[in-house]
């Protein structure tokens, strides 16, 4: 059976190492990679100041997502599952967990997601529109979407 908690401070080496991985499952270069660790590692002060929450099953985490509020825009910073975990359902219980026990409960309505091309047809079915691309902040040139994705009124 699953659990979802919030994250707490000691979990962020495990987080950064399943967000690697996660990333790493696409094929991506080794500098690519390097840069991803360096730049998307998650922090003990990103995990007090914003809403983490970690997927686990027999104590073992194998997902998590971080959603930071921006001044008046809330971002979907992370959202990884495990790669031995991935098409296993847990990300769209993960999902499911965002909408209706964060945001729902704290009134947010809509939160931007810059991702990954290979993720975008995750969010897109779940219900993200896509806004355009931005340049990856991992290599110069490269353009990754830019979706949004508001809550539906009621549920």
Known sequence: MVNIRRAAAHDARVLSDIAYHSEAYWGYDPEYMENFRSLYRVTEEFISHNRTYVLEEQNRILGFYGL???????SLEYFFIEP?????????VLWE???DFTCRPSGI???EIVTSPQAKEFYTKLGAVWLGEVESLLKKGRMIPRLMYGLPSSR
């Open 68 to 74: 930071a509020a921006r001044g008046t825009v809330n």
């Open 84 to 92: 031995q975990s991935i098409g296993r359902g847990y990300g769209k």
């Open 97 to 99: 967990h965002l909408l």
């Open 109 to 111: 309505k809509e939160f």
